[in-house]
């Protein structure tokens, strides 16, 4: 079975055919390299091939990037001298598809080669759009669902086949910089217009056998291989080009923070690599490229958002045995935020909704939030007016439970109360189908107790969607105690669905992410109670990769959830609250009636509009300045190990049961430093004796809260890491 097969025509033009067997999407591996090496030699030596088009077999895709896991295995297999083997396999790619884009031509006259063209079919990514970059044209089907970019940044690593160097080549800077720094994929019209393709054509795989057949010796002649080729915008030596580059570089600075390795090895790649010539700047990425594999950083992000994620949500720990439980009709009860929010994303992802709430009205604004959307979407040309009429269609809104019959999952959503919980649940589960799965859709009420209302308490689930729905890419399942192995299935499979990621935690207090998030905010709030500059916690945690700091997180999510979960847990906990000054800022600020964004006043002072305006003064009235801040490194320990313990302790008390979900439950669920690969993974980057010694640091400087959880303790003493005692393929040995 082969990943690249040849077929010559009468007419001489050799199709090479990407098919990888058994995939429904193209990757490319160290075999597929190799095919595709002695299919290239073979052509060009061959002649009676006039030229060359490289296609795919999949319906609908080209290629969707290189196997991750080839890194990985390069990596163990170089030994000690990892750094040399990866460098080795990136200049072997780089040799590949340089012996591509120069197609036997001679070097001093620049002819005498064989055209070659990219007949992509369909969507590209990754090494799917850097083989095309180094081909002589690229030909895209027209099919608006396509997409063709180069998002390797998201995943911690930057295009390292030479699609950094080619596509700044192309395009200057300027041109390029959103595709290779924010990851952009793009529609094939706006491809052609941006410069990334050639030419858009129905039936590319016949266009491009027509231009090669067609091709003239200046037709296969890259830009920086002719004779006095000037980078667009100015190379760096150049004034304009000069400041092209400061600007690219105050921006990478601004976005990252500094926080991500990749975007600043991407940005020296191209400064460097902009000063010499077009094989000296692929050497030049190839060190790079190779720094940043090195970094744990980029291994703990590959393993956490790409293999980890797509493991979990392929269902990775959904429970054997239990056949499809894909949902076909689903019940939301309570048409709020979140419960509209629920039904737009089941009825996108096809599925049947019934929307209820206490009165027609309720129910119809409920519906009514998915056709506002779906007509912003019309605004921006992604959806049409059919598009449009087919999802509402999907929605019943309506007051009477009796439309709940037919339904195969109920997700209730009504106000946090765990008597209004009840009484809907057994006003429901009277006129549902016996078989039918009830999943609550709460934040914080331990799934045990709201299951006591249930006559069928092994039906009874968790589904917790964080806010807002439509948005957020996570969701977190709760098994009670009772809950049996066909409601997580069943979970499992309506968020596969409706295309979010789950994790499957079992049932506590907080459940995962708001156990490790509430710490965070607590931590920021004792700061400054203490006299810590606001200013400087947030800063601290967005140069840690966090999207937004503790204090503005507050306000965004308002300061009377704040202050309710405070009295709920000071209830449950009687004695062992660990109460602190921290609570009565919270109960101050909900006195003041300063509950955030949603009241334009909060820890920020807003405008009409909602616009932060800067930090409120009466803050530091009330809390004023120290006349010595901490250290940066300080303010930010106490962020990361305010959630890191918990997730160590979430592991220890089994709420956690798989580490993959930890890590990637973190990142989707809150934003936790994506560098880090997730809280677990952090603690192994930084070493898990270095962690104990800074808890009995923190511990005996703040309190009890930063005492080493003896799990860490223990692997601290044993030289262990996480991913290394808790890994699957660990646990299954």
Request: aromatic share 8%.
């Amino acid at each position: 079975m082969t990943d690249f097969t040849m077929k010559t025509d009468a007419d001489g033009v050799a199709i090479i055919t990407w098919d990888v067997p058994g995939k429904s999407m193209n990757v490319m591996s160290l075999q597929g390299g190799a095919e595709l090496n002695d299919l290239i030699d073979a052509a060009l030596a061959d002649d009676a091939v006039k030229g060359i088009v490289i296609t795919s077999g999949k319906d609908g895709s080209f290629a969707g990037g290189m196997d991750l896991n080839v890194l990985a295995d390069i990596r163990s297999q170089a030994g000690d001298d990892a750094a040399s083997g990866l460098f080795e396999f990136t200049m072997n790619g780089h040799h590949l598809l340089r012996k591509i884009e120069r197609a036997g031509m001679d070097a001093k006259t620049n002819k005498g080669g064989k055209p070659i063209a990219a007949a992509v079919n369909g969507t590209a990514a990754g090494i799917g759009y850097e083989l095309p970059l180094a081909t002589h044209r690229i030909f895209m089907t027209s099919n608006p669902k396509a997409r063709i970019g180069l998002p390797e940044i998201l995943l911690g690593i930057f295009p390292g086949s030479g699609g950094t160097t080619r596509l700044v080549r192309k395009l200057g800077l300027l041109g390029a910089s959103s595709y290779l720094l924010e990851g952009k994929l793009v529609a094939p019209d706006k491809a052609k217009a941006a410069g990334l393709i050639d030419e858009v054509a129905d039936d590319p795989v016949a266009a491009a056998k027509d231009w090669v057949l067609a091709a003239k010796d200046a037709d296969l002649v890259k830009p920086w291989d002719a004779k006095g080729y000037k980078m667009p915008g100015g190379a760096p030596y150049h004034p304009a080009g000069f400041m092209n580059f400061v600007g690219a570089s105050a921006m990478v600075h601004g976005k990252t923070q500094g926080a991500f390795p990749a975007a600043k090895a991407l940005l020296s790649a191209v400064y460097e690599g902009a000063m010499v010539d077009f094989d000296t700047a692929l050497r030049i990425e190839a060190r790079w490229f190779t720094n940043v594999l090195m970094d744990p950083s980029s291994s703990a992000m590959i393993r956490s958002l790409f293999v980890n994620k797509e493991a979990l949500e392929k269902g990775a720990v959904r429970p054997a045995d239990i056949d499809d439980q894909r949902v076909g009709k689903l019940g939301v009860l309570g048409a709020g935020m979140m419960g509209a929010g629920i039904a737009l994303v089941s009825a996108q992802a096809g599925i049947e909704v019934v929307l209820v709430d206490r009165d027609q009205a309720a129910a119809d604004k409920g519906k009514a939030y998915t056709e506002t959307y779906l007509d912003k979407g019309m605004k921006r040309g992604k959806v049409t007016a059919d598009k449009k009429e087919a999802m509402l269609s999907r929605i019943t809104a309506t007051a009477e439970l009796e439309q709940l019959k037919g339904c195969d999952l109920i997700i209730e959503a009504v106000f946090e109360d765990p008597a209004v919980k009840a009484e809907m649940t057994r006003k429901v589960e009277a006129i549902i189908p016996e078989d039918c799965i009830f999943a609550s859709n709460t934040s914080t009420l331990p799934i045990t107790g709201l299951a006591k209302a249930s006559s069928r308490p092994e039906q009874f689930i968790g589904i917790h969607f964080f806010s807002p729905v439509e948005k957020m890419l996570l969701v977190e399942i709760i098994k009670g105690k009772q809950t049996g192995p066909r409601a997580v299935a069943k979970a499992l499979d309506y968020v596969r669905q409706i295309r979010k990621t789950p994790i499957v935690v079992n049932d506590a207090r907080f459940f995962y992410a708001n156990r490790c998030i509430i710490p965070y905010g607590n931590e920021a709030a004792r700061m400054v109670t203490e006299g810590v500059s606001a200013a400087l916690i947030d800063n601290a945690a967005r140069q840690l990769g966090f999207p937004v700091g503790p204090i503005q997180l507050g306000d965004e999510t308002s300061i009377d959830l704040a202050a309710k979960i405070t009295r709920a847990t000071k209830a449950a906990m009687g004695n062992e609250y660990p109460a602190s000054e921290a609570d009565n800022l919270v109960f101050w600020m909900e006195d003041l009636g300063r509950l955030g964004r949603k009241a334009k006043a909060g820890y920020f002072d807003y405008d009409e509009n909602g616009k932060r305006l800067g930090l409120w003064k009466g803050l530091l009235d009330k809390y004023p300045l120290a006349e010595e801040q901490p250290a940066l490194q300080e303010v930010q320990d106490r962020l990361m190990f305010s959630q890191a313990l918990e997730a160590v302790r979430a592991l220890e008390e089994g709420v956690i049961e798989d580490i993959r979900e930890a890590d990637v439950g973190a990142i989707l669920g809150w934003g936790f430093a994506p560098w880090s690969g997730g809280p677990l993974s952090w603690l192994d980057i930084i070493g898990a004796a270095y962690a104990a010694e800074r808890c009995d640091q923190l511990a005996g400087k703040f309190g009890d809260r930063f005492a080493c959880p003896p799990l860490l303790r223990e692997m601290a003493e044993k030289g262990q890491s996480f991913y290394r005692r808790f890994a699957p393929e660990a646990k299954a040995a």
